[in-house]
């Protein structure tokens, strides 16, 4: 899906998810090519509060995205 295609779908799945969710996951756009996606997703947790929607654009390079969720690293 292209990038406005994404956005949408992320905010329909952080409107329907559940709290717990929201609290134990991440749920971002990121690159749909693998390993740009994994690029992506290696810095996004080196720092997730410094990214925003629109940083997966710089690790994308054929326009194509998709919203993926992760399990948070927990510091306890």
Partial sequence: M????AKEHK????????ESVLN???V????ANTDESAK??????????SFDD???KK???DGNYEVV???KETTE
């Fill in 54 to 56: 629109e940083s997966c």
């Fill in 2 to 5: 292209n990038f406005n295609e």
């Fill in 24 to 26: 134990l996951f991440h």
């Fill in 59 to 61: 690790y994308c390079t």
């Fill in 40 to 49: 992506f997703i290696e810095d996004f947790l080196k720092s997730p509060e």
């Fill in 69 to 71: 969720s992760f399990k």
């Fill in 11 to 18: 905010k329909e799945s952080l409107k329907n998810a559940d």
């Fill in 28 to 31: 971002i756009i990121t690159p």
